[in-house]
């Protein structure tokens, strides 16, 4: 009797089996639709049979099957494409946000051709010849400021656009910040509830595609790795450091940045380290406000500087028709309140640097004159200080040329006076001040006795901004001497958002200089010389990062951002053909197909129907043995 109740027991496997593949088959027909499900599949494997003949069990040739049973439930899952999804989703995430905001740049580059900063400049370089043509001209020289003016709303145009996208892109950063918290401490609290499932001997397939889907979105914010040494504690990394361990989540949180406009860096919440996020899109928004879109306002910062201080130059060289002289044409605001650049920089009411901008020597030089002594200049540049060398058989020119292809800070040429200028440019580290000339410094004679900038060669006669007063380095400063080297201070707000022309000039048009004064210290009628020279300054290769013309600095601008646009348009093309493919072939492993299913359910149906006449027959047999049999 014992086999026929064992019959029974046999049956109700085959039941309870087939009842759990139907029951999954729905499972998987129900999320079909549901992002991040990956189909399950029934285990089926034999029960253990009755293997040891005892008294109970009669021998027989072979052992006693007691039917089927589920062994497990498992997610269809290829584990190596995952890691290739997680990888090419985070080089798509991030060209995709590239390639967004390139856009929004290029929407800024292509203004109107009538206010663009190209066109309006051209307009200010015309307007200065037909005044050089007609000097005595009042409307020549209102036209000259008018066009100012428009120059000016030009440049702050754009960098009102370059610094909102600039703005745009630090909510966003501070935004994906919160995402990333947020899905670390999701995955954090799913390891939890999945240790403890399998504690109980579950396999928790709905919670691991929930934390897989967390893993793959969260690998389009960051460059994320996966790690489970132990089974029984998931980790997640973030460009190699610790995100989430077990059931334990990092977070990241936004601090300020000293000079970085006003922007945030992303720091670790408990130790306060920099956070190195590269790839994905939070690595990209940072790249594009911290680089990108800083380089673009550095460009535009650069050269509206340059072009300021060129025109000035000449300017205040040069007299108005009231033999005004020594007025610069454009001004920036604010400047620097102390004149020799002493700066309060961390806001302790204590004078702590020296933000100088540009110094011009004492002495005239010749371009092509060797310059017969030797040493070493010792120049800031982005990571630390650069040496320059100079030997007895270098022209000036070749002096100039080694101090502008270093990879100093601090460019050189020669002014209209053939003195000696040293001008800062934009710092590449975001932690320094652009414009500020840090460090100078000469073992030989070169910035000393020969050009006259400094007054002292070696470290004790080195500039340095990290102090207060330091401009009494500089040849006459601080001093009685005939020969004081000049110095320019340095804007500590944007210059393109500062600059205007000086007030004397907007209320006096006879302020404007045309001319040059003779030896009375008086022009000339009709005498246009200083507006041919200031109009000559657009074909003039100036120091604008490295030396080209205006023409040239607004050709290479276009250029870069349409390449970069262009570069950012292609990968993102590419990642998305790549990622199609992958998709499509884990929807084939892990997709549902409601057919498939419908197909399964058929069978599995059929297979418990068997199970169910099979307990029937079973019963049936028992009824007649107890029941049926009369003795």
């Given at each position: 009797?014992?086999?026929?109740?064992?019959?029974?027991?046999?049956?109700?496997?085959?039941?309870?089996?087939?009842?759990?593949?139907?029951?999954?088959?729905?499972?998987?027909?129900?999320?079909?639709?549901?992002?991040?499900?990956?189909?399950?599949?029934?285990?089926?494997?034999?029960?253990?049979?009755?293997?040891?003949?005892?008294?109970?069990?009669?021998?027989?040739?072979?052992?006693?099957?007691?039917?089927?049973?589920?062994?497990?439930?498992?997610?269809?899952?290829?584990?190596?494409?995952?890691?290739?999804?997680?990888?090419?989703?985070?080089?798509?995430?991030?060209?995709?946000?590239?390639?967004?905001?390139?856009?929004?740049?290029?929407?800024?580059?292509?203004?109107?051709?009538?206010?663009?900063?190209?066109?309006?400049?051209?307009?200010?370089?015309?307007?200065?010849?037909?005044?050089?043509?007609?000097?005595?001209?009042?409307?020549?020289?209102?036209?000259?400021?008018?066009?100012?003016?428009?120059?000016?709303?030009?440049?702050?145009?754009?960098d009102t656009a370059l610094t909102g996208i600039g703005n745009l892109l630090?909510?966003?950063?501070?935004?994906?910040?919160?995402?990333?918290?947020?899905?670390?401490?999701?995955?954090?609290?799913?390891?939890?509830?999945?240790?403890?499932?399998?504690?109980?001997?579950?396999?928790?397939?709905?919670?691991?595609?929930?934390?897989?889907?967390?893993?793959?979105?969260?690998?389009?914010?960051?460059?994320?790795?996966?790690?489970?040494?132990?089974?029984?504690?998931?980790?997640?990394?973030?460009?190699?450091?610790?995100?989430?361990?077990?059931?334990?989540?990092?977070?990241?949180?936004?601090?300020?940045?000293?000079?970085?406009?006003?922007?945030?860096?992303?720091?670790?919440?408990?130790?306060?380290?920099?956070?190195?996020?590269?790839?994905?899109?939070?690595?990209?928004?940072?790249?594009?406000?911290?680089?990108?879109?800083?380089?673009?306002?550095?460009?535009l910062n650069t050269m509206t500087m340059n072009f300021t201080d060129l025109?000035?130059?000449?300017?205040?060289?040069?007299?108005?028709?009231?033999?005004?002289?020594?007025?610069?044409?454009?001004?920036?605001?604010?400047?620097?309140?102390?004149?020799?650049?002493?700066?309060?920089?961390?806001?302790?009411?204590?004078?702590?640097?020296?933000?100088?901008?540009?110094?011009?020597?004492?002495?005239?030089?010749?371009?092509?004159?060797?310059?017969?002594?030797?040493?070493?200049?010792?120049?800031?540049?982005?990571?630390?200080?650069?040496?320059?060398?100079?030997?007895?058989?270098?022209?000036?020119?070749?002096?100039?040329?080694?101090?502008?292809?270093?990879?100093?800070?601090?460019?050189?040429?020669?002014?209209?006076?053939?003195?000696?200028?040293?001008?800062?440019?934009?710092?590449?580290?975001?932690?320094?001040?652009?414009?500020?000339?840090?460090?100078?410094?000469?073992?030989?004679?070169?910035?000393?006795?020969?050009?006259?900038?400094?007054?002292?060669?070696?470290?004790?006669?080195?500039?340095?901004?990290?102090?207060?007063?330091?401009?009494?380095?500089?040849?006459?400063?601080?001093?009685?001497?005939?020969?004081?080297?000049?110095?320019?201070?340095?804007?500590?707000?944007?210059?393109?958002?500062?600059?205007?022309?000086?007030?004397?000039?907007?209320?006096?048009?006879?302020?404007?200089?045309?001319?040059?004064?003779?030896?009375?210290?008086?022009?000339?009628?009709?005498?246009?010389?200083?507006?041919?020279?200031?109009?000559?300054?657009?074909?003039?290769?100036?120091?604008?990062?490295?030396?080209?013309?205006?023409?040239?600095?607004?050709?290479?601008?276009?250029?870069?951002?349409?390449?970069?646009?262009?570069?950012?348009?292609?990968?993102?093309?590419?990642?998305?053909?790549?990622?199609?493919?992958?998709?499509?072939?884990?929807?084939?492993?892990?997709?549902?197909?409601?057919?498939?299913?419908?197909?399964?359910?058929?069978?599995?149906?059929?297979?418990?129907?068997?199970?169910?006449?099979?307990?029937?027959?079973?019963?049936?047999?028992?009824?007649?043995?107890?029941?049926?049999?009369?003795?």
């Amino acid at each position: 009797m014992s086999s026929s109740f064992a019959a029974i027991e046999l049956g109700k496997r085959s039941l309870m089996t087939h009842s759990q593949s139907i029951h999954t088959s729905g499972h998987n027909i129900s999320n079909a639709d549901t992002e991040g499900y990956s189909r399950q599949r029934v285990q089926i494997k034999a029960f253990d049979p009755l293997y040891r003949p005892d008294l109970s069990r009669a021998e027989t040739p072979g052992q006693i099957g007691q039917g089927m049973t589920v062994e497990s439930i498992n997610r269809v899952r290829d584990e190596l494409l995952d890691q290739r999804i997680v990888a090419q989703s985070n080089q798509e995430s991030y060209w995709d946000t590239r390639s967004k905001y390139y856009t929004m740049i290029e929407q800024v580059y292509n203004e109107p051709d009538e206010v663009s900063v190209r066109t309006t400049m051209d307009k200010f370089w015309q307007s200065w010849q037909e005044l050089s043509l007609n000097p005595e001209s009042t409307a020549n020289r209102q036209a000259v400021v008018e066009r100012g003016k428009s120059l000016i709303n030009s440049i702050r145009n754009r960098d009102t656009a370059l610094t909102g996208i600039g703005n745009l892109l630090n909510g966003d950063i501070e935004a994906n910040v919160e995402q990333l918290n947020d899905m670390a401490n999701q995955i954090a609290a799913l390891n939890s509830e999945i240790v403890r499932s399998r504690a109980m001997g579950d396999n928790p397939n709905d919670l691991l595609d929930r934390r897989d889907l967390l893993v793959e979105k969260l690998s389009k914010i960051a460059n994320v790795t996966t790690d489970q040494r132990d089974p029984d504690e998931f980790m997640v990394h973030v460009d190699g450091k610790v995100l989430v361990q077990g059931n334990v989540a990092r977070n990241l949180e936004i601090a300020p940045v000293l000079d970085n406009y006003g922007y945030s860096k992303v720091i670790w919440q408990d130790t306060k380290e920099t956070a190195v996020i590269t790839g994905g899109s939070l690595g990209a928004l940072i790249e594009l406000r911290d680089v990108d879109v800083r380089h673009e306002i550095q460009s535009l910062n650069t050269m509206t500087m340059n072009f300021t201080d060129l025109v000035n130059d000449v300017h205040r060289n040069a007299v108005g028709a009231n033999n005004v002289t020594g007025l610069d044409f454009f001004i920036q605001r604010p400047f620097v309140e102390n004149t020799v650049g002493n700066y309060d920089s961390n806001g302790d009411g204590i004078e702590d640097k020296s933000y100088i901008f540009r110094f011009t020597g004492t002495n005239k030089l010749n371009s092509q004159e060797q310059i017969g002594i030797e040493g070493t200049m010792i120049l800031s540049g982005p990571t630390g200080n650069v040496e320059v060398s100079y030997n007895p058989t270098d022209t000036v020119e070749d002096v100039i040329n080694r101090i502008n292809d270093s990879n100093g800070e601090v460019k050189a040429y020669l002014d209209r006076n053939n003195n000696l200028v040293l001008k800062a440019t934009t710092a590449e580290d975001i932690y320094n001040p652009d414009f500020v000339i840090r460090h100078v410094e000469d073992s030989g004679h070169f910035l000393v006795g020969y050009s006259g900038i400094l007054a002292n060669r070696g470290e004790e006669g080195a500039y340095d901004y990290n102090q207060a007063n330091a401009v009494n380095a500089l040849v006459g400063v601080g001093a009685e001497s005939e020969k004081v080297a000049q110095f320019a201070v340095s804007p500590v707000e944007n210059p393109s958002t500062y600059v205007q022309i000086n007030e004397r000039i907007t209320n006096d048009v006879m302020n404007v200089a045309t001319a040059f004064a003779d030896h009375s210290g008086t022009a000339m009628n009709g005498d246009g010389r200083a507006a041919v020279e200031i109009a000559a300054i657009r074909n003039t290769k100036v120091m604008i990062g490295h030396e080209r013309t205006f023409d040239d600095y607004f050709a290479d601008s276009v250029t870069h951002v349409g390449l970069m646009g262009e570069q950012a348009e292609t990968n993102l093309l590419s990642q998305h053909a790549v990622m199609d493919d992958l998709r499509g072939l884990r929807d084939s492993i892990s997709g549902v197909n409601i057919d498939e299913e419908l197909a399964d359910i058929m069978k599995f149906q059929h297979g418990y129907n068997a199970a169910a006449k099979f307990v029937t027959v079973i019963d049936s047999m028992l009824d007649t043995v107890i029941n049926r049999l009369k003795v």
